[in-house]
């Protein structure tokens, strides 16, 4: 199996900043792409930024965090980071880490979630 571990996450002012981080572990053979989703009370997930493993490390971000947010990667490892600044009370969320991972084995990519981690953001 495979495991994301988040951490980072807690209160912080608006204007404030954070960096979470997610680990991936387990049975993997080939990670494509990590990334950020957020889900705020009564809200659906929604995407916040994704970035590429195997080819480059091409980045995509939501519209409301571009030029705050940055993602990042460390292949060896398997460990993407969220850099969060300026958060605003909007930002407010759970935040889920994602993989496309091809396990160990397997010829098909799935993909895995973490259990998530609280970010607020105080007026």
């Given at each position: 199996q495979v495991q994301l571990v988040e951490s980072g996450g807690g209160l912080v002012q608006a204007g404030g900043s954070l960096r979470l981080a997610c680990a991936a572990s387990g049975n993997i053979f080939s990670i494509n792409a990590m990334g950020w989703y957020r889900q705020a009370p009564g809200k659906q997930r929604e995407l916040v930024a994704t970035i590429t493993i195997t080819s480059g490390g091409s980045t995509n971000y939501a519209d409301s965090v571009?030029?705050?947010f940055t993602i990042s990667r460390d292949n060896a490892k398997n460990t993407v980071y969220l850099q969060m600044s300026s958060l605003k009370p909007a930002d407010t969320a759970v935040y889920y880490c994602y993989a496309d991972v091809r396990p160990a084995g397997y010829s098909s990519n799935y993909n895995y979630w973490g259990q998530?981690?609280?970010?607020t953001v105080s007026s």
């Open positions: 571009k030029g705050r998530g981690t609280q970010v």
